[in-house]
């Protein structure tokens, strides 16, 4: 199903390359713009962590709050390497120091657990109940226990968690069976964490190509269970799943093409990283509107576009 849709040039590459001149963006220490949380009911809220401590930003005033310092880490905590989110009430997050991983609650102001594990932190799902290991796929209770893992040979890969009829899953793109002989395979690929079940929602078992390189963002939080697509493909832009946009809803399993964002990605031949110019299309959290960035054709910058959907309201 196509939508109809509205893109806007929101800003340069030129710009963006400037207001990052100097280091991180929120903290002295910085652990990088991917890991500044807004929060979700307080747009006057963003949490990040500075070295060992959490900080409460008020960007209204422009000030800081240290609301914890983490004392047990040796060195610098953070949300690890390609992060997630937190807890969808903005209460609970999965860090790492050291050789430990950690669940922080905001609310306590308490570590709920600490284990040594050689991997990235868990990443705690939308309910705050259940956290993901983004290297083993498993699934953890706030104490870091293991419930279940899901049969994925790559649960690093391009994903996002979201919820859908009350339960949290971990949303992304599949290429090859799981270990234990799982063959969902697609570009979006939704499993349940707390039933550990699967089902294909982009993929060959619905009627979609095989999946090329793709993102996904389930950060539409008011809208649980849609999850926001970009797919790379053939750079000819002719096929099904080339330069597209998707949202799909993972509870109906309903799919709507919503325009191609016409970025080359790792093809553009003009840039010194072409790795930025992959769209990473990410809506807002009504799922009303979305921004990804696009090359627009092998071009030399990347620049910002915003797609606003019917159902938008200025």
């Not at 929101?10 to 390359?17: C, G, I, Q």
């Not at 096929?239 to 964002?261: F, Q």
């Amino acid at each position: 199903m196509r939508v109809g849709v509205a893109v806007t040039l929101l800003v340069s590459s030129s710009f963006l390359a400037a207001c990052s001149d100097g280091g991180s963006s929120a903290g002295d220490g910085g652990t990088g713009i991917e890991q500044v949380y807004w929060h979700t009911s307080d747009p006057d809220v963003l949490f990040y962590v500075d070295d060992k401590d959490f900080i409460r930003y008020h960007v209204g005033a422009g000030t800081k709050e240290v609301v914890t310092t983490f004392d047990f880490c040796s060195g610098g905590a953070s949300a690890g390497g390609d992060p997630l989110f937190m807890s969808w009430d903005s209460n609970r997050i999965g860090l790492t120091c050291d050789d430990q991983v950690f669940i922080y609650d905001i609310g306590q102001n308490t570590v709920l657990a600490r284990k040594a594990l050689d991997e990235n932190p868990a990443q705690v799902a939308p309910s705050g109940t259940l956290a993901f290991l983004s290297d083993s796929g498993g699934v953890t209770d706030p104490q870091l226990n293991v419930v279940r893992t899901l049969d994925l040979l790559e649960p690093y890969g391009h994903a996002s968690l979201s919820r859908v009829n009350g339960h949290d899953t971990w949303n992304g793109a599949v290429y090859d069976p799981g270990p234990g002989g799982n063959d969902d395979i697609g570009l979006l690929v939704t499993w349940d964490l707390a039933e550990g079940t699967s089902k294909v929602v982009i993929g060959p078992e619905t009627g979609w190509p095989y999946p090329p390189t793709g993102h996904i963002s389930g950060m539409a939080y008011k809208r649980p269970g849609w999850v926001f697509v970009s797919s790379i493909g053939d750079t000819s832009g002719t096929g099904a799943l080339d330069m597209e946009n998707l949202i799909a809803d993972t509870s109906t399993g309903k799919v709507c093409r919503i325009g191609r964002h016409r970025s080359w990605g790792k093809e553009n031949t003009h840039l010194a990283e072409p790795y930025w110019a992959e769209p990473h299309t990410v809506p807002s959290p009504s799922g009303t509107r979305a921004v990804f960035g696009s090359d627009w054709g092998n071009g030399d910058t990347v620049d910002a576009y915003v797609i606003e959907l019917p159902s938008y309201t200025p």
